[in-house]
């Protein structure tokens, strides 16, 4: 049954965007999830200080777990480093890493009064880090960015990813149009609400879990993507998700890259198969998320989905 699209709303429930950085702004770099390689650090430093910004990199990112080496460190100082970075005032963005695993065992060690306190600015990151955009939209009302992080390959060999992310940081009036080569109609039509989402195991993780950071705005826009998950399991994934009404309020969907996922031909079965019936546009291939080049996507953002045009246009500049 397919539902008539809502009209567009008068207001949105967009949450509150940060600043745009300046030259020489003074930028944070964490590690919450995985263990980071120093020379793609060093190399993604170096990229950001040709951007005439100044990269401060957290005293904890180049850590290993002592006992559990898929970590950065311990679950106290990744959250440290998270809290010191936001409650700064010489620091105007915090960027992770790089993603992997272990934000949902920090996420709760954050000190989010005293960063809530410390007032917005602009947080990057995509992957294991969707469940930090949640948590910055649920915790502290603020719009986020679903983008490359300076110590992983797209970062470091993509020029495009590079510039993309460079604008929406420096000159994001220039970036409200996002779409891409790649970009295909899955289910036509327009769609308009509050961007939101990101990769789509952690999403799924997230559901059913007590007290869980959720940020989902009625009729919202969602953002989905993800990597080495065969297609199987994102029929899993997507299917929790539907059965615990996750997904009764969406209004469009916008699906990104699945890099690892299988033949893309299986990959694309299942997500027609499991939204096609919600009887929204749906844009696939859209170049944000884990393949080997990746937009900017602003998350907690009023948009409109454009699935015949293939565009997200945002209502706003990311940043102000």
């Known amino acids: ?39 793609r650090l060093d190399a993604g430093v170096d990229v950001l200080r040709g951007w005439d910004l100044d990269p401060r990199v957290m005293p904890h990112v180049l850590d290993v777990h002592p006992r559990l080496d898929h970590l950065a460190g311990t679950d106290a100082d990744r959250a440290r480093d998270l809290t010191e970075a936001w409650c700064d005032p010489s620091v105007a963005a915090v960027l992770a890493a790089r993603g992997g695993y272990g934000v949902q065992r920090m996420v709760d060690l954050a000190d989010w009064d005293a960063m809530r306190a410390a007032g917005p600015k602009p947080f990057v990151g995509y992957s294991d880090l ?14 986020t960015l679903h983008g490359p992080m300076p110590a992983t390959v797209s970062f470091l060999k ?17 970036v409200t149009a996002i779409t891409s080569p790649t970009a295909r109609t899955l289910v036509p039509g327009r769609a308009f609400g509050t961007t939101y989402g990101g990769c789509l195991s952690l999403l799924a993780g997230q ?5 869980r950071d959720r940020a989902r705005p ?5 953002l989905l993507e ?19 009404g996750e997904l009764d309020a969406v209004a469009g969907v ?13 990959v694309r079965e299942v997500l027609l198969d499991r939204l096609a019936p919600l009887g929204v546009p749906v844009v696939e291939e859209l170049g944000f998320g884990h393949g080997p080049a990746t937009l900017t996507v602003p998350l907690g953002v009023g948009a409109t989905l454009d699935a015949d045009t293939c565009t997200l246009t945002l209502d706003e500049p990311a940043l102000v």
């Open 158 to 174: 993509d020029g495009p990813t590079q510039e993309h992310l460079r604008a929406t940081l420096l000159a994001p009036e220039t």
């Open 254 to 266: 916008v699906l990104g890259s699945w890099h690892d996922c299988g033949p893309y031909e299986k």
């Open 207 to 211: 559901t059913g879990v007590p007290g």
């Open 218 to 222: 009625d009729g919202g826009i969602l």
């Open 226 to 244: 993800d990597v080495g998950e065969p297609p199987y399991r994102l029929d899993g994934y997507l299917t929790h998700l539907l059965r615990s």
């Open 130 to 143: 969707t469940v930090l955009h949640e948590a910055f939209a649920a915790r502290l009302g603020l719009a």
């Open 1 to 39: 049954m397919t539902r008539t699209p809502p009209a567009r709303p008068a207001a949105r429930p967009a949450l509150t965007r940060p600043r745009r950085l300046r030259p020489g702004d003074r930028v944070a770099i964490v590690a919450p999830s995985g263990p980071v390689e120093r020379e």
